[in-house]
T-cell receptor
């Protein structure tokens, strides 16, 4: 079945460092891919998405490219800020229905 | 913007008691979902609904039931709560069509003693 694997955390970075959080998926067909962010005590918010191969999603300085050949959707940001400290979830939506599958989440802490 | 209200936001109960969590949406989105979030497991689907009185099981449905008698309300019931059901529960709605994303509520933290 469909699934998402993302890198284990926690990740701790200094402010202005480069961020990569790896995400790979297993799916039949052509799923849509998402990154969600969860700040402490809150629900998940959509950060960015890509709906077909080679699409790049971007928002708030974060980017991820839908790579079908490597079944990946890695999240990147060139210069993180303290306010980026949160848990990040990679997710996919199967293309034949309305099921969503989530990774286990990666906790990011950015220190000044 | 889509709006979701979950209630209660926090609840402490004892083993063996029934618990119902409510999810209310302000729009008429067809698909609604209940997830639980636990450390090391991410989000796991409990049940989802694709219309009034139309529901289906997710990967961790044992011990849970749901009902949807109106488009805007999706109820999650624990018939007899157990300590393993201590978790944070999130309701979500599917917005934006075939490639649309989930929009989440703020969560309900349940503690079963």
């Amino acid at each position: 079945g469909d699934s998402v694997t993302q890198m284990e955390g926690p990740v701790t970075l200094s402010e202005e460092a480069f961020l990569t959080i790896n995400c790979t998926y297993t799916a039949t067909g052509y799923p849509s891919l998402f990154w969600y962010v969860q700040y402490p005590g809150e629900g998940l918010q959509l950060l960015l998405k890509a709906t077909k191969a080679d699409d790049k999603g971007s928002n708030k300085g974060f980017e991820a490219t839908y790579r079908k050949e490597t079944t990946s959707f890695h999240l990147e940001k060139g210069s993180v800020q303290v306010s980026d400290s949160a848990v990040y979830f990679c997710a996919l939506r199967e293309n034949t229905g309305n099921q969503f599958y989530f990774g286990t989440g990666t906790s990011l802490t950015v220190i000044p | 913007d889509a709006g979701i209200t979950q209630s209660p936001r926090h609840k402490v109960t004892e083993t063996g008691t029934p618990v119902t969590l409510r999810c209310h949406q302000t729009e008429n989105h067809r698909y609604m979902y209940w997830y639980r979030q636990d450390p090391g497991h991410g989000l796991r689907l409990i049940h989802y609904s694709y219309g009034v009185k139309d529901t289906d099981k997710g990967e961790v449905s044992d011990g849970y039931s749901v009902s949807r008698s109106k488009t805007e309300d999706f109820l999650l019931t624990l018939e007899s709560a157990t300590s393993s059901q201590t978790s944070v529960y999130f309701c979500a709605i599917n917005v934006g069509g075939n490639t649309g994303e989930l929009f989440f509520g703020e969560g309900s933290r349940l503690t079963v003693l």
